[in-house]
């Protein structure tokens, strides 16, 4: 079969290892620049040269055995470590958190900065439309994209999957991203559950990192909620005071400060289950039907694919 996958982040890119692998065409087609998405990592120029931060996941869990398979071939290659600080079971990809899907997305075939604004059905064949073009014709239609994106898509196609889709909602999340002169030795490498921070991490402590004290702050769904349409200047400011109350030291001056707002961060969740009209030929996979994490995410997706695939 030829098949269009819209999203090219984990879940779609595990979608498209399985159709791959059983003889299958895919084509992915994703809105951001490059691979990324739950697993982001932004470079950024500063006065120390270029930077990267994960600004995404801070890192990811390895707990079942398919998965674990996965990721000990990412360690293999050297695009994954494990990283015991975040937990027994956490792993970073290396040198930055989106190696393993950049990886991933080259052995693929990926249209980059192609947002599809709708998705069309003639006789038996899908269509993927890009701006003005229509590209296809595809003989199965998988959607890998936040739920709120995934609705409108699904909608006139299947309405029982575009109702599942609107039943979830994803809470928004601020990241914001320093640069420090110097090491700040009071604070720990990692923070959890501090309101208002839901996650505080020295990006430079994790593994195969560049030099320079590099820090991610994530804040937590309900505050970001209420700072939704804060100037990021102000996060920046907000949560930089937020990290020194809770390692309890006064924050020096960064080098560089810059914040992200993630409108889709965390998905309320649903129990994982298999989205897929076989009549049709139409698919549904993601984080927004795995809770949120990433290795649920690629489980959802590479069942997804598993499935169409038998």
């Not at 079969?1 to 979608?15: P, T, Y």
């Not at 950024?44 to 801070?58: E, I, K, L, S, W």
């Not at 090491?183 to 030099?211: C, H, M, Q, T, W």
Request: hydrophobic letters at 45%.
């Amino acid at each position: 079969m030829r098949v269009a996958i819209i999203g090219a982040g984990i879940a779609g890119l595990a979608c498209a290892d399985r159709l791959r692998d059983a003889g299958h065409r895919v084509t992915l087609f994703d809105k951001a620049r490059g691979a990324g998405g739950r697993m982001s990592t932004r470079r950024a120029t500063t006065t120390r040269g270029d930077m990267a931060f994960d600004h995404g996941a801070t890192h990811f869990t390895a707990r079942s055995q398919e998965f674990q398979s996965l990721v000990d071939h990412w360690h293999a290659q050297g695009l994954a470590a494990p990283w015991p600080t975040a937990g027994a079971h956490a792993w970073v990809g290396t040198p930055s958190m989106n190696a393993p899907l950049r990886a991933q997305a080259k052995t693929h075939d990926v249209w980059w900065s192609s947002p599809a604004s709708a998705l069309t059905r003639h006789g038996q064949d899908w269509w993927v439309h890009i701006e003005a073009v229509r590209h296809g014709p595809y003989d199965a239609m998988v959607v890998a994209i936040p739920a709120e994106q995934a609705a409108p898509l699904l909608s006139l196609h299947d309405f029982d999957m575009a109702r599942a889709a609107m039943t979830v909602r994803s809470h928004p999340s601020w990241s914001a991203m320093y640069l420090f002169a110097k090491p700040i030795d009071a604070l720990p490498d990692f923070i959890r559950g501090v309101e208002p921070i839901s996650y505080a991490v020295r990006n430079s402590a994790k593994p195969a990192r560049e030099p320079g004290e590099t820090w991610v702050v994530q804040a937590g769904w309900a505050w970001s909620e209420q700072h939704l349409t804060c100037d990021p200047a102000r996060v920046c400011n907000l949560l930089l005071s937020a990290l020194g109350e809770a390692g309890g030291t006064a924050m020096p001056e960064p080098l560089h400060a810059d914040a992200h707002r993630w409108l889709f961060s965390q998905p309320s969740g649903r129990d994982p289950e298999l989205l897929w009209n076989d009549t049709i030929r139409l698919g549904a996979c993601g984080d927004w039907l795995a809770h949120g994490f990433v290795e649920y995410a690629w489980q959802s997706g590479s069942a997804l694919g598993q499935a169409i695939a038998g």
